[in-house]
C-alpha cells in the first residue's frame, strides 16, 4: 500500500536534509549537527524521515515514538525552531528548499540525541492533583449538563507531550514553574463540575511557580498539537484565583 | 544490585502483584490490586503513551440511557459477531458487567458525553442491535473520539492518585518459570530499562500480563510501532499454547495507503461508504444493517469491491467514506479527531469530500488462552497458578472470530479488573516462588545476539519483508497456497535474522538494539498466525479462505490451540502443533450470520 501512496500525494517523492542535533554522553560531551539526506514522499512526516535516517543510514540515532499520528505524545521536538509532533508534521508542508532542523524540546535535560528527562514535567502534572476529587459515593453515574460537560471539554485534549510547556520562554529560564501543560491538566478538574477539589488546586497554583508567571505569549497555544486554546485556559485559572472559585 | 561477568547490572525487586503492561487493562488491573497489595505495573512505555489512547469510537455497555436495551442482546450480538467461536459464559460476564465497568469510570472521572438530562450518552456502532439484530442499537458510551484517550488518561489520573508504582520504558523480555511443590510457577520478570540497559528482576506471587496487540507483524495497520507483540511471544517461548491466532481483525475504514484508523464512530454517526460508482455498496452485502454490519463484513466487501474494479481514486484500490451529508457541526462535535486525520495526512476535507480509506490490520482477536478469572491456561483447561493475562493479549475468549466495536475498550476494563482482582485474591494466600540463580540467562543471551550483532542484514529491510509478506499472503483474504508462501517467506527471514547488524553499541536508550529484539517476536507470532490459519480449513468472522469459503460447524466450531514444540523443524512450521479446544456453548446454538 505505501507505494500507492505516491498517487494519492501531491508530492511524488522528493529530497530532503535533516539537521539533527545529536548527543551522546556514553561517546562524547560534545552536542553536534548532523545532516542526513532522505528521499520522502507527499504524506511522509518529519517521523518518517527520521526512521529512514534510523533505519537505513544511523541506528544509533535515538528519539521516542509511537502512535505515529498524534495521539500518544511521545514525540514532541523542536522542528525548524518550532514545537511540533515529529508524527503530524508533514514535511512538504516545511520549506523543503532548506534543510529541516530537528532538536530536542528546550528546558529539560538531554538524554541522547532528541530524547530529553521528562520527568520534571510528569512531577509538574502530578503536583496539581490531576484526578477526580469528589467524596459522593453515587451508585450511578454522576449527572453532568452537556453545557457544564462543554466548559472543560477543551483541556480533556492534553496528550502531556510537553510541546506548550517546553515552548514557554519562562520554562525555559525557571524550571521550577509549573508550565502550561500543568495548569491545562487543573483546569481540566477545577472546571468539571464534579469536582470539589478546585479551592486545592487554585491554591497550588496561587503560589510563586504557579499561574502568575505566565507572560502571555501565546507560545504554549501555538506549539499545542491538539489545538488546545492554552494560554485561554490559564487566563481562566487566572480568573477563577481571582474569584476565588471556577 | 548486582554485577555479572558480562559487565550487566542486574537489579532485585519483589512485589506481591506485578503487572506486565500500563495500557487500559494494566491500569484497570493496578487500580484493582494497588490499595490491597504492593503492586508494580512495568511498561514500555509512559502509561499514557499506550495504545489504548487510539481507541476512538466508544465502550459498549447496555445503560439504556437512551433506548430500550439489555445485557442479554449485548451477550447475542457478542456471540453472533463472533462467529459463533465466542466462548458465551465469557461474554454474559462482558455484558452483565459492562455496565459496572462504565459508572466505574464515569465515577473516577471520565467525562463522557451527556445527553440533554445529564446522563451518559450513547451512539450506534456495528453489529451492536436491538432485539437479536432487528435495528442497530446506541450502545456504545463515548467521549467525542476519543474515548480511549480518555480511558487511558483517566485510569493514569486513578493511578496517579492511588499513588500506584510505575517501572516505565522497562521492556519486559522473558518471563522466570520454576518447578515449585512440582508444579510449573511463574516466579518473576526480566526487564530492560531503557534509559541505562541495565536489568531488573521483578519477583512477584502473581503476575498479569497486559502487553497489548502485536499489529506490526503487517504493513498496514492502526497499531502503534510500539505493539509488536512482546508480552505474547514471551509466553509462545515459555512454552505455553496460544489460541485462536488466526483470527486478526482488519478495520474497515483504515486510511488508504497510511492504515491511520477513521472510528467506525464515522458511521455510527451515519457515514456511507461508497465504491467509485457512488454506490452505496454495503446494501447489497447486509441489506439490514449496511454500513453498520460487523467489521470482518464490511473489510471484505470493501476488499471484493476493489477487486472487482469498483474501487476508487487513480489505482482503483481504495473504496469512499463520505460525511458530507453530516452538518459540519455534528461532524465537528461528535468526530472531531478523525476529521483532523483526514486533512492532516490525507488533505482532504471531509466537510466536502469522500475520503479514501482501506481495511487497516487493527486487533487480535486471539492471543494467550484464559478462563473467565483471567487466569493463563497451559493447555485446554489446566491453570497456571500465579499467572494472568487481560486485553487484546489475551484470548478469554469474547471476541471470538470477529470482535465487535466498543467491545475491546470494555473487555479491557471488564478484565483487567477482574485481572486485578483474581490476582489480589490468589497472592494473598500464595508465597513467593524462589527466583532461579540463572533468571537473567534467556534475556542475557537475547541481548548478546544483538550486542555483537555485526552482519550485513539490517532490522528495518527484514520487518519490512516480513509485513509485506503478512499483507499479501495471511490478511483478509488467504488460502493454503498464500499462507504455504508466507511460511516460506519467514523461514528464510529467520535465517537471515542470523546475520543482522546493530549499529547502536551503547547501554543507554539503546532502542536500535531493541528493534532487533522486538523483530523476533514478530517472526514467532506470524508463524503461529500463519499456522493456525492454514490448519483452520473454513472460513469464519475475520478468517477467510477462499479454498474454503464457507463456515464448517461440523469440524471447526472449536478454538485453535498452538503449541511451540521443543524441535528444529526441516520444514517451516514443523515445530508448531495446532490443536483444538471446545467453545462454551450458553445459549445461543450456532446459526447463519445474516445482517
Not at chain 2, 519 to 524: A, N
Request: hydrophobic content about 40%; some cysteine.
Amino acid at each position: 500500500m505505501v507505494d500507492d501512496v505516491k498517487v494519492i500525494a501531491e508530492v511524488p517523492s522528493f529530497t530532503v536534509t535533516l539537521m539533527v542535533r545529536r548527543y551522546d554522553p556514553e561517546v562524547s560531551e560534545e552536542v553536534k549537527w548532523v545532516d542526513y539526506e532522505v528521499t520522502v514522499y507527499g504524506t511522509d512526516r518529519v517521523l518518517d524521515a527520521l526512521h529512514k535516517i534510523k533505519w537505513e543510514i544511523d541506528g544509533s540515532l535515538t528519539f521516542r515514538r509511537s502512535c505515529a499520528h498524534g495521539v500518544c505524545g511521545s514525540d514532541a521536538m523542536r522542528i525548524n525552531g518550532r514545537n511540533r509532533l515529529a508524527c503530524k508534521t508533514l514535511i512538504k508542508d516545511l520549506d523543503i528548499t532548506q534543510p529541516i532542523y530537528v532538536e530536542p524540546i528546550k528546558g529539560l535535560a538531554v538524554e541522547k540525541d532528541l530524547v530529553v528527562n521528562m520527568e520534571p514535567f510528569y512531577k509538574a502534572y502530578r503536583d496539581i492533583n490531576p484526578f477526580l476529587i469528589a467524596n459522593d459515593k453515587p451508585e450511578k453515574e454522576r449527572l453532568q449538563s452537556p453545557e457544564d460537560r462543554a466548559r472543560f471539554d477543551d483541556t480533556t485534549k492534553c496528550i502531556l507531550c510537553a510541546a506548550c510547556t517546553t515552548s514557554c520562554p519562562v520554562f525555559w529560564t525557571d524550571g521550577q514553574y509549573f508550565g502550561p501543560a500543568a495548569i491545562v491538566n487543573a483546569h481540566r478538574f477545577i472546571f468539571d463540575s464534579r469536582d470539589e477539589g478546585a479551592e486545592v488546586r487554585l491554591d497550588i497554583l496561587n503560589d510563586k511557580e504557579g499561574v502568575w508567571r505566565c507572560r502571555t505569549t501565546f507560545n504554549c497555544t501555538e506549539a499545542c498539537p491538539r489545538g488546545i486554546q492554552v494560554t485561554k485556559a490559564i487566563a481562566e485559572v487566572k480568573q477563577a484565583i481571582l474569584k476565588g472559585r471556577p | 544490585m548486582s554485577l555479572n561477568e558480562h559487565g550487566t547490572k542486574t537489579h532485585h525487586h519483589q512485589h506481591d502483584v506485578v503487572i506486565v503492561g500500563a495500557g487500559g487493562a494494566g491500569m484497570r488491573a493496578a487500580i484493582e490490586a494497588g490499595p490491597h497489595l504492593k503492586t508494580a505495573v512495568i511498561s514500555k512505555l509512559f502509561p499514557t503513551r499506550s495504545h489504548t489512547g487510539a481507541a476512538q469510537g466508544g465502550m459498549a455497555a447496555a445503560l439504556a440511557n437512551v433506548e430500550e436495551d439489555s445485557w442479554e442482546w449485548h451477550t447475542f450480538d457478542t456471540v453472533k459477531g463472533g462467529d459463533y467461536l465466542v466462548d458465551q459464559d465469557a461474554a454474559e460476564i462482558l455484558a452483565k458487567e459492562s455496565v459496572e465497568a462504565v459508572i466505574d469510570l464515569e465515577n473516577m472521572g471520565l467525562p463522557f458525553n451527556r445527553t440533554p438530562d445529564g446522563k451518559i450518552d450513547q451512539r450506534r456502532f456495528g453489529g451492536h442491535t436491538r432485539d437479536h439484530g432487528k435495528a442497530p442499537v446506541r450502545r456504545s458510551c463515548y467521549a467525542a473520539d476519543r474515548t480511549g484517550h480518555m480511558i487511558l488518561q483517566t485510569l493514569y489520573q486513578t493511578c496517579v492518585k492511588l499513588g500506584i508504582e510505575f517501572f516505565n520504558e522497562f521492556y519486559v523480555l522473558d518471563l522466570v518459570m520454576a518447578d515449585y511443590n512440582g508444579e510449573k510457577r511463574p516466579s518473576a520478570v526480566v526487564a530492560f530499562e531503557l534509559a541505562t540497559g541495565d536489568l531488573h528482576v521483578f519477583q512477584g506471587k502473581s503476575i498479569v500480563f497486559a502487553t497489548g496487540g502485536f499489529g506490526k507483524i503487517y504493513k498496514t495497520t492502526s497499531n502503534a510501532h510500539t505493539l509488536t507483540g512482546d508480552g505474547v511471544g514471551i509466553i509462545w517461548r515459555k512454552g505455553l499454547p496460544l489460541e485462536d491466532m488466526e483470527f486478526y481483525q482488519f478495520h474497515p475504514t483504515g486510511l488508504a495507503g497510511l492504515g491511520i484508523l477513521l472510528s467506525e464512530a464515522a458511521r455510527g454517526e451515519g457515514g456511507i461508504l461508497r465504491n467509485a460508482l457512488g454506490e452505496r455498496f454495503m446494501e447489497r452485502y447486509a441489506p439490514t444493517i449496511k454500513d453498520l454490519a460487523p467489521r470482518d463484513m464490511v473489510a471484505r466487501a470493501m476488499a471484493n469491491e476493489v477487486r472487482e474494479g469498483r474501487g476508487a481514486g487513480p489505482n482503483k484500490d481504495y473504496v469512499l467514506l463520505d460525511l458530507t451529508h453530516l452538518p459540519p457541526e455534528v461532524i465537528d462535535a461528535k468526530l472531531p479527531d478523525i476529521t483532523e486525520f483526514a486533512r492532516t495526512y490525507l488533505g482532504v476535507e471531509p466537510y466536502t469530500e469522500p475520503v479514501p480509506v482501506f481495511p487497516t490490520a487493527h486487533y487480535a482477536m486471539g492471543g494467550i488462552p484464559t478462563n473467565v478469572k483471567t487466569e493463563v491456561l497451559s493447555d485446554n483447561d489446566t491453570v497456571v497458578r500465579g499467572l494472568f493475562a487481560a486485553g487484546e493479549c489475551a484470548c478469554v475468549s469474547v471476541h471470538g472470530a470477529n470482535r465487535l466495536g466498543t467491545n475491546s475498550l470494555l473487555d479491557i476494563n471488564v478484565f483487567g479488573k477482574r485481572a486485578g482482582r483474581y490476582a489480589v485474591e490468589y497472592a494473598r494466600e500464595a508465597d513467593f516462588v524462589p527466583v532461579p540463580e540463572n533468571a537473567i540467562s534467556e534475556v542475557e543471551k537475547l541481548l548478546a545476539i544483538a550486542r555483537n550483532a555485526t552482519g550485513t542484514e539490517k532490522v528495518a529491510v527484514l520487518r519490512k519483508e516480513l509485513q509485506d509478506t503478512m499483507d499479501k499472503n495471511a490478511q483478509v483474504y488467504r488460502t493454503e497456497e498464500s499462507l504455504n508462501e508466507a511460511l516460506e517467506k519467514i523461514a528464510e527471514l529467520r535465517v537471515r535474522y542470523q546475520n543482522i547488524q546493530v549499529q547502536d553499541r551503547g547501554k543507554r536508550f539503546n532502542t536500535d538494539l531493541l528493534e532487533a529484539i522486538e523483530l523476533g517476536f514478530l517472526f514467532d507470532l506470524s508463524e503461529v498466525l500463519v499456522m493456525t490459519a492454514r490448519e483452520r480449513r473454513e472460513s469464519r468472522g475475520g478468517h477467510f479462505r477462499e479454498d474454503y469459503e464457507t463456515r464448517n460447524d461440523e469440524e471447526f466450531m472449536v478454538h485453535s490451540m498452538a503449541y511451540k514444540l521443543d524441535k528444529t523443524p526441516e520444514k517451516p512450521g514443523e515445530d508448531i502443533r495446532v490443536d483444538w479446544k471446545p467453545v462454551t456453548v450458553t445459549n445461543y446454538p450456532a446459526m447463519e450470520r445474516k445482517y
